[in-house]
């Protein structure tokens, strides 16, 4: 009990919470936790309030409604299956550059529901890996990207390809321009405006510091989509990632205009997480 617990240590009322709580000495860490999880829920409430505006907004088009949590850090798992039924799963691939821990991440709900894919990190993935995916420990550079995509046979045409490795986000994706994927989901800089083209220096070896010089904004985003063929569809309400269509597959599918000025989100980072159970690997959906 800490010297800021220790005089209330006697009082009746303390004394009864901490027989209702079953943890006698450690009433500062429940209170803490009971706090923790009271944020988290109101961090959800707030989200909830901003999509439905934003629903409101962009019409039955947008993309805010359908954002949901399942394995993502934020709203990306109800996104990515939103725009994949409007356009059609394909062959169900994927290949993701910087996967944490394998349970939080892009692509771990879609191989929940039958895709397969490649997954690419710059740490170790823990035992079991599920057979269908190619994990591989790598370092990616501008240099070794398209290589390394190579050897891993990740198809041209992949489904989706998600990419986030902070700091050089933004050059991995420019260096990958020899693959067309359906469907394009990157980390961008929300710190800067989004009338403005800005991007991180590139060194090899540099990583994230912590600070918000990192990445690439996302105008500088849009204009590297517009040259590779992808229009940005959307960005989700932490302002963290955005989301980019082959433009032969937009059509009529999604709201626009496809620009940075349209679907930008301010840095909501400490929003939307989830305060339900702890995070594991869903099973994998088996075939009929």
């Not at 109800?78 to 409007?86: H, P, T, Y």
């Not at 591989?136 to 489904?159: C, G, H, I, M, Y």
């Not at 990445?215 to 569809?233: I, N």
Request: with cysteine; glycine share 8%.
């Amino acid at each position: 009990m800490s010297s800021l617990f220790a005089p209330y240590h006697q009082l009746p009322v303390i004394r009864e919470l901490e027989r209702i709580f079953g943890r006698t000495g450690t009433l500062q860490d429940t209170v803490r936790e009971e706090l923790q999880a009271l944020r988290k829920l109101h961090c959800l409430e707030i989200c909830a309030r901003l999509r439905e505006g934003k629903a409101a907004q962009e019409g039955p088009l947008g993309l805010h409604r359908f954002e949901h949590q399942v394995c993502s850090q934020h709203g990306e798992d109800g996104v990515l299956v939103e725009i994949f039924r409007r356009i059609g799963d394909g062959s169900r691939t994927f290949v993701e550059v910087g996967i944490g821990d394998g349970i939080e991440n892009n692509t771990s709900f879609l191989h929940s529901l039958g895709w397969s894919g490649v997954w690419i990190d710059a740490n170790p993935l823990p035992p079991p890996i599920p057979p269908e995916l190619r994990f591989r420990q790598s370092f990616v550079t501008k240099e070794n990207a398209a290589a390394l995509f190579t050897e891993l046979a990740v198809p041209v045409e992949v489904d989706l390809c998600s990419l986030d490795i902070d700091q050089n986000t933004f050059y991995l994706w420019e260096a990958l321009s020899a693959w067309r994927p359906r469907v394009v989901l990157t980390e961008y800089n929300a710190s800067i405006p989004p009338s403005v083209e800005w991007k991180v220096n590139y060194e090899a070896g540099r990583v994230w510091d912590l600070t918000n010089n990192f990445g690439a904004s996302l105008k500088a985003f849009e204009r590297l989509g517009h040259r590779l063929g992808y229009a940005l569809v959307h960005c989700e309400i932490s302002g963290a990632n955005a989301f980019f269509v082959r433009q032969d597959l937009v059509g009529e599918r999604f709201a626009g205009p496809f620009d940075a000025e349209t679907h930008y989100e301010p840095p909501r980072y400490s929003l939307d997480h989830n305060p339900g159970h702890r995070r594991s690997r869903l099973d994998r959906e088996q075939s009929a």
